[in-house]
């Protein structure tokens, strides 16, 4: 019995223990359940971020002055009413005397002082190879290479608005002009083929221009729509092939 004893306790033994391993399993099966619903529920569910709009505004253009006009010095381009053939196509090179003069700040001077200014202008173009007749490309290199006047430049022109903001910024322009499309009664024989002016203003009918071929030029009044359709740079070909362009001296 002793003997069957020493045999049958240690299977008592056994099955105890493997019953104790079985219980310690079903409950560490529970535990580890448990902690997996408690780490899954731990992570909340993904959200999405609402978009934040960015408000832009426009900006609302300043309107223009009812009116607007520059101080420009004036001058005749044949200041002692000599219309010799160097006074005949001196327009240009007049225009641009008047522009130099209000950029400087300074006065033109006397009529002695005017028509010497614009004779060795024209002489230094003729120098230079210019004809009597330049384009506003042309001018603008005559404009830096005579005065030293080297921020000047041609703008493309689509419609008279553009002149009024142009000029209203501050500068005058320079425009070429089909002369015989600008209803000026002081003009002999219909205006020149080609012609430049400056425009320094304008009020509510048209544009208020240095006008150089009259000595009623200081101030003289275009209406808008014959004075744009009378715009038109130099073409050699056809002054109404001529490009609608101004100069401009400054950042505009």
């Given at each position: 019995?002793?003997?069957?004893?020493?045999?049958?306790?240690?299977?008592?033994?056994?099955?105890?223990?493997g019953a104790a391993a079985q219980g310690w399993n079903r409950q560490k099966s529970h535990q580890d359940a448990a902690a997996t619903v408690s780490a899954v529920s731990v992570n909340p569910a993904?959200?999405?971020?609402?978009a934040v709009l960015e408000t832009v505004s426009?900006?609302?253009?300043t309107p223009l002055p009812a009116s607007f006009q520059l101080s420009v010095p004036y001058t005749m381009q044949a200041p002692f009413?000599?219309?010799?053939?160097?006074h005949e196509d001196a327009c240009e090179e007049t225009s641009l005397v008047m522009v130099r003069h209000f950029l400087t700040g300074t006065p033109i001077g006397t009529p002695e002082q005017?028509?010497?200014?614009?004779?060795?202008?024209?002489?230094?173009?003729e120098q230079h190879g210019y004809g009597p007749s330049i384009?506003?490309?042309q001018l603008n290199q005559v404009a830096a290479g005579y005065?030293?006047?080297?921020?000047?430049r041609v703008v493309a022109l689509s419609n008279p608005d553009e002149l009024r903001q142009a000029v209203a910024a501050g500068q005058p322009l320079i425009l070429g002009m089909a002369g015989k499309q600008l209803p000026n009664p002081y003009f002999s024989s219909g205006g020149p083929n080609y012609h430049m002016l400056v425009v320094k203003g304008y009020d509510a009918t048209g544009f208020l221009?240095?006008?150089?071929?009259?000595?009623?030029?200081?101030g003289f009044h275009y209406d808008y729509g014959v004075f744009f359709t009378a715009v038109h740079d130099w073409n050699a070909q056809n002054i109404l092939l001529g490009a609608k362009e101004y100069l401009v001296f400054g950042n505009r």
């Open positions: 019995m002793k003997h069957y004893g020493l045999v049958i306790l240690p299977l008592a033994v056994l099955l105890s223990l993904p959200t999405s971020t609402p426009t900006p609302v253009p009413n000599k219309w010799d053939p160097l005017a028509d010497q200014e614009i004779t060795d202008l024209v002489h230094w173009e384009t506003l490309a005065y030293g006047l080297t921020h000047g221009t240095n006008e150089p071929g009259t000595w009623h030029g200081d």
